[in-house]
């Protein structure tokens, strides 16, 4: 399974970016997706997490009410719309896939991992 995420970019704070990921391969251990950043010096976190279905969702505290997490299963694509960005957003972000259905913030829990994209968030 190869994952490419896109849409990254710079943006003032206030702003909006789309992330995408799209998934390719061996398409159907592709079920639970997320996404996860990664600001310098710091650990990777928790962004948003999908289920299969699309129909559960889970989102980090920092992001909730802000980002927004959705999928196409059809194109095999999972998507982030982020609004209202700030300065503290500003991360590598990753998507990530799982076999399992179910929705997981626990980044071990991931077995395929996108190459990254950049968002940075001016203030």
């Known amino acids: 399974v190869q994952l490419q995420a896109s849409g990254g970019g710079s943006v003032q704070a206030g702003g909006s970016l789309r992330l995408s990921c799209a998934a390719s391969?061996?398409?159907?251990?592709?079920?639970?997706m997320g996404w996860f950043r990664q600001a310098p010096g710091k650990e990777r976190e928790f962004v948003a997490a999908?289920?299969?279905?699309?129909?559960?969702?889970d989102y980090a505290d920092s992001v909730k009410g802000r980002f927004t997490i959705s999928r196409d299963n059809a194109k095999n694509t999972v998507y982030l719309q982020m609004n209202s960005l700030k300065p503290e957003d500003t991360a590598v972000y990753y998507c990530?896939?799982?076999?399992?259905?179910?929705?997981?913030?626990?980044?071990?829990?991931?077995?395929?991992w996108g190459q990254g994209t950049l968002v940075t968030v001016s203030s």
């Open positions: 391969g061996r398409t159907f251990s592709v079920n639970g």
């Open positions: 990530a896939a799982r076999f399992s259905v179910l929705v997981s913030s626990t980044d071990k829990e991931y077995g395929y």
């Open positions: 999908i289920s299969k279905s699309g129909s559960s969702t």
